[in-house]
């Protein structure tokens, strides 16, 4: 199975700051990768699929990037709402490996 | 509007067995690939199990394989997954999720989830 790691695995941070969690992949995945926020007691929500791709209704603050093993998602400028866990998914082969999270919250 | 709505969940016995289903609607659901996640207490996002829209093709997790069953009826726009030899490691929330497309992989829409305990 492929291995996702995500780091860092917790993070503060600052209303307007800039912050960019990474995922690898143990083996290059192309760029069949999604990532999603999840907040407390709520269900995941899709932000980027394919690497890069902003899901419909999703602020553009939120961007994805990288191909093959390395991957990131940046926050341009954090807003109190995107205090939240984000996970990475590789969706490029069974079984579908998440990355382990990263809690984003406030310093 | 999209929605998922799971259910089935419960307390159950170690050794036990559970039926969740998952209603979709808003959505040609026949036309989508539609997938398990769960989530144990305090824990990560766990893939669980994927199946195809047509139900050719059924993949699962290695911790659940041999022990849950994915399924779909196209007509009554509705997931399952069968969980049988329930173990403590196996509660948690699973939620139903969609594949944005046949062709690009992601989960766009999920269900609020529902919550397996597996207590004696």
């Known amino acids: 199975a492929i291995q996702m790691t995500q780091s860092p695995s917790s993070l503060s941070a600052s209303v307007g700051d800039r912050v960019t969690i990474t995922c690898r992949a143990s083996?290059?995945?192309?760029?069949?990768l999604s990532w999603y926020q999840q907040k407390p007691g709520k269900a995941p929500k899709l932000l980027i699929y394919a690497a890069y791709n902003l899901q419909s209704g999703v602020p553009s603050r939120f961007s994805g990037g990288g191909s093959g093993t390395y991957f990131t998602l940046t926050i341009s400028s954090l807003q109190p709402e995107d205090f939240a866990t984000y996970y990475c998914l590789q969706d490029y082969s069974y079984p579908r490996t998440f990355g382990q999270g990263t809690k984003l919250e406030i310093k | 509007e999209v929605q998922l709505v799971e259910s089935g969940g419960g307390l159950v016995k170690p050794g036990g067995s559970l039926r969740l289903s998952c209603a979709a609607s808003?959505?040609?659901?026949?036309?989508?690939?539609m997938n398990w996640v769960r989530q144990a207490p305090g824990k990560g996002l766990e893939w669980v199990s994927s199946i195809s829209s047509s139900s050719s093709y059924i993949y699962y997790g290695d911790s659940v394989k041999g022990r849950f069953t994915i399924s779909r009826d196209n007509a009554k726009n509705s997931l399952y997954l069968q969980m049988n030899s329930l173990r403590a490691e196996d509660a948690a929330v699973y939620y139903c999720a969609r594949d944005i497309t046949a062709m690009v992989s992601g989960f766009d829409y999920w269900g609020q989830g529902t919550l397996v305990t597996v207590s004696s």
């Open positions: 808003g959505f040609t659901f026949s036309n989508y690939n």
């Open positions: 083996q290059g995945i192309r760029n069949d």
